[in-house]
C-alpha cells in the first residue's frame, strides 16, 4: 500500500492556473475511476473537491477540475485566488493487497 | 446536515488499548460505509479502516491490522475503533469519514469529523 506520488508544492499567483499531479499504478489511479481530491487547510479536516476523477460535489467552485491519463491523475485549479493556498490531497480506490484505499503524499500549493 | 463527531482520544502509553467513537447525525447511518482516516502531526492522510454499512465487510490498513478493529452499532448511529497494542508510529488526528455515496464504493471522505488527537507515549 504505497502512497500515491505527489508533487511537495505547487505555487501560482493570483489568477494563474496550476496542476497537481498524481502518480499511482494500473491497481489504484490507472485500474479505476475512483480518484477523488482533498483540500485541508491548517488545523482543519480535509473537504472533498473532486470525486471520480473529474465530478464536483455540490457547492465546490467550478475553478477546481480533474482529469486522468493512464496512472496518473491531476487537478487543475483556475483563477487562482488567496483562499485556495492550503494542502491538497489525492486518493484512489484500489486493490493492490486487500480492497482498500491509498493517498497520495500532498502538495502545499502557495499563492504567491 | 451531516455531522460527525469524534471522541475518545488522549494520551496512552505504549502497549496501551484506546476506543474511539464517532457519532453521526444529519443522515441514515445505517445506509453508508464509514471510514477511519489518520494524520500524523505534519504528515499526510493515511486510510485506516472501512467497514460496510451492515458490518458485513471490513478492511484495514496493513499497519494496523491485527490490532486495530472498525465497528458500528447502527441503532446508535455511531462508529468505532479499538486501538490496543498502540505504538508511538500510531500517534496521529483520527478522522472519521462518510462514504459520498449508499452502497457504491470509490469516495470515502465524502464528509469528516472535526478528528480527535491520540498521543502514543510514555
Known amino acids: 500500500q504505497s502512497a500515491l506520488t505527489q508533487p511537495a508544492s505547487v505555487s501560482g499567483s493570483p489568477g494563474q492556473s496550476i496542476t497537481i499531479s498524481c502518480t499511482g499504478t494500473?491497481?489504484?489511479?490507472?485500474?479505476?475511476?475512483?480518484v477523488s481530491w482533498y483540500q485541508q487547510h491548517p488545523g482543519k479536516a480535509p473537504k472533498l473537491m473532486i470525486y471520480d476523477v473529474s465530478n464536483r460535489p455540490s457547492g465546490v467552485s467550478n475553478r477546481f477540475s480533474g482529469s486522468k491519463s493512464g496512472n496518473t491523475a491531476s487537478l487543475t485549479i483556475s483563477g487562482l485566488q488567496a483562499e485556495d493556498e492550503a494542502d491538497y490531497y489525492c486518493?484512489?480506490?484500489?486493490?493492490?493487497?486487500?480492497?482498500?484505499?491509498?493517498f497520495g503524499t500532498g502538495t502545499k500549493v502557495t499563492v504567491l | 446536515e451531516v455531522q460527525l463527531v469524534e471522541s475518545g482520544g488522549g494520551l496512552v502509553k505504549p502497549g496501551g488499548s484506546l476506543r474511539l467513537s464517532c457519532a453521526a447525525s444529519?443522515?441514515?447511518?445505517?445506509?453508508?460505509?464509514m471510514n477511519w482516516v489518520r494524520q500524523a502531526p505534519g504528515k499526510g492522510l493515511e486510510w485506516v479502516s472501512s467497514i460496510s454499512s451492515s458490518s458485513s465487510y471490513i478492511y484495514y490498513a496493513d499497519s494496523v491490522k491485527g490490532r486495530f478493529t472498525i465497528s458500528r452499532d447502527n441503532a446508535k448511529n455511531s462508529l468505532y475503533l479499538q486501538m490496543n497494542s498502540l505504538r508511538a508510529e500510531d500517534t496521529a488526528v483520527y478522522y472519521c469519514?462518510?462514504?459520498?455515496?449508499?452502497?457504491?464504493?470509490?469516495?470515502?471522505?465524502?464528509?469528516w469529523g472535526q478528528g480527535t488527537l491520540v498521543t502514543v507515549s510514555s
Open positions: 494500473s491497481s489504484d489511479v490507472g485500474g479505476y475511476n475512483y
Open positions: 486518493s484512489s480506490y484500489t486493490s493492490s493487497s486487500t480492497v482498500s484505499y491509498v
Open positions: 469519514a462518510r462514504d459520498l455515496r449508499m452502497a457504491a464504493a470509490g469516495t470515502l471522505g465524502g464528509y
Open positions: 444529519g443522515f441514515t447511518f445505517s445506509s453508508y460505509s
